[in-house]
């Protein structure tokens, strides 16, 4: 069922259709969009709305070294958005978002380069995609896309007699903090991408955010065990 946004609403300003015009996100507020085409009360080039977030806190690695540890071992494995050396020592951060809507749409989750973290499109319209738990280091861009869902229906194609076209407007929130001890840190959906499993942090925690999502970890054990 559809949940109530989070704290205040900021209203969408276009153009905002692509990452280099993404609108900045609040801390601590929603945002009211619309999906309306330029030709239907809508103002920019399209259907696609991108937001931007940048990840702050004040949470602390375990002992000041696991960070520094997960870092060391994301560039070592390509993984995109805690690639800098920058982040070492910096906190966790957790990210939760909801996006309701009357109509079906998806939300997709980039990083700080525009590549595609998450997909979310579970729920049909009149419901909320809900992302339950997103890690990623204090200082880091995140973008947020809202776009319509592939599976809604393409105007011109009613399935009866009488066409109900859903309101295009959504409301998007995004909260963020210190993430807890172990969590994971997506992209881990292959082997060559897997959280590493820190000293000190045996117990181990993560979210499937899609029906196909996976999340892998990695143990490295001293030589000899």
């Given at each position: 069922?559809g949940?109530?946004?989070?704290g205040?609403?900021?209203d969408?300003?276009?153009p905002?259709?692509?990452?280099?015009?993404?609108?900045?996100?609040?801390v601590?507020?929603g945002?009211?969009?619309?999906?309306?085409p330029?030709?239907?009360e809508?103002?920019?080039?399209?259907?696609?709305?991108?937001?931007s977030l940048?990840?702050?806190?004040?949470?602390?690695?375990?002992?000041?070294?696991?960070?520094?540890?997960?870092?060391?071992?994301?560039?070592?494995r390509?993984?995109?958005?805690?690639?800098?050396?920058?982040?070492?020592?910096?906190p966790?951060i957790?990210?939760?978002?909801?996006?309701?809507?009357?109509?079906?749409?998806?939300?997709?989750?980039?990083?700080?380069?525009?590549?595609?973290?998450?997909?979310?499109?579970?729920?049909?319209?009149g419901d909320?995609?809900?992302?339950?738990?997103?890690?990623?280091?204090?200082?880091?861009?995140?973008?947020f896309?809202?776009?319509?869902?592939?599976?809604?229906?393409?105007?011109?194609?009613?399935?009866?007699?009488?066409?109900?076209?859903?309101d295009p407007?959504y409301t998007?929130?995004v909260t963020?903090?210190?993430?807890?001890?172990?969590?994971?840190?997506e992209?881990n959906d292959?082997?060559a991408l897997?959280?590493p499993v820190?000293?000190?942090?045996?117990?181990l925690?993560g979210?499937?955010h899609?029906?196909?999502?996976e999340?892998?970890?990695?143990?490295?054990?001293?030589?000899?065990?």
């Amino acid at each position: 069922p559809g949940a109530a946004p989070v704290g205040p609403l900021n209203d969408e300003h276009e153009p905002d259709d692509d990452r280099e015009h993404a609108q900045p996100l609040e801390v601590g507020k929603g945002v009211r969009g619309s999906l309306a085409p330029p030709t239907q009360e809508g103002a920019g080039k399209g259907d696609d709305d991108w937001y931007s977030l940048l990840a702050q806190g004040d949470g602390a690695a375990p002992d000041g070294s696991a960070s520094s540890q997960r870092i060391d071992s994301a560039q070592q494995r390509g993984a995109p958005f805690i690639d800098s050396a920058q982040q070492r020592g910096a906190p966790f951060i957790e990210l939760r978002a909801q996006l309701l809507s009357a109509t079906d749409v998806q939300l997709e989750i980039m990083d700080g380069e525009g590549r595609r973290l998450l997909t979310l499109d579970e729920r049909p319209g009149g419901d909320t995609e809900v992302l339950s738990g997103l890690t990623v280091a204090a200082g880091q861009t995140v973008y947020f896309r809202v776009r319509p869902s592939p599976r809604r229906p393409k105007p011109g194609r009613p399935a009866g007699p009488v066409v109900v076209v859903p309101d295009p407007a959504y409301t998007l929130t995004v909260t963020q903090a210190a993430a807890p001890p172990g969590s994971e840190a997506e992209p881990n959906d292959t082997p060559a991408l897997a959280t590493p499993v820190i000293a000190g942090e045996p117990v181990l925690s993560g979210v499937l955010h899609a029906k196909k999502d996976e999340d892998w970890f990695a143990l490295t054990l001293p030589e000899g065990q």
